[in-house]
């Protein structure tokens, strides 16, 4: 599957943006998809995940309650909505693919978008 984000930017803290991540090429709705961020230096962390309906949803605990991941199937695209952002929240944002259920690790996942950088400014 060929995964392309887009939505990334610059904003002030406190505002908010939203990732998306357009699906091709393979069936969408078998797969979990994840989103993760890496800053400069620092290794790339799990941010948000969701199973093939999108009745789970798992999260890390930065982002718990300001971070909504979504999904509709019937569009091959996923969501991440981010609000409230903090400077902290700066990296380059990936979405990823497996087949199995959604996990943390982002060595288990099997397709890779491009990387997208969200700026939050103080």
Not at 18 to 27: D, P
Request: proline share 3%; charged share 15%; aromatic share 12%.
């Amino acid at each position: 599957v060929q995964l392309q984000a887009s939505g990334g930017g610059l904003v002030q803290a406190g505002g908010s943006l939203r990732l998306s991540c357009a699906a091709s090429g393979r069936t969408f709705s078998n797969y979990a998809m994840g989103w993760f961020r890496q800053a400069p230096g620092e290794e790339r962390e799990f941010v948000a995940a969701i199973n093939w309906s999108g009745g789970g949803r798992y999260y890390a605990e930065s982002v718990k309650g300001r971070f909504t991941i979504s999904r509709d199937n019937a569009k091959n695209t996923l969501y991440l909505q981010m609000n409230s952002l903090k400077p902290e929240d700066t990296a380059v944002y990936y979405c990823a693919a497996r087949l199995m259920a959604p996990r943390t690790e982002p060595n288990v996942y099997d397709y890779w978008g491009q990387g997208i950088q969200v700026t939050v400014s103080s």
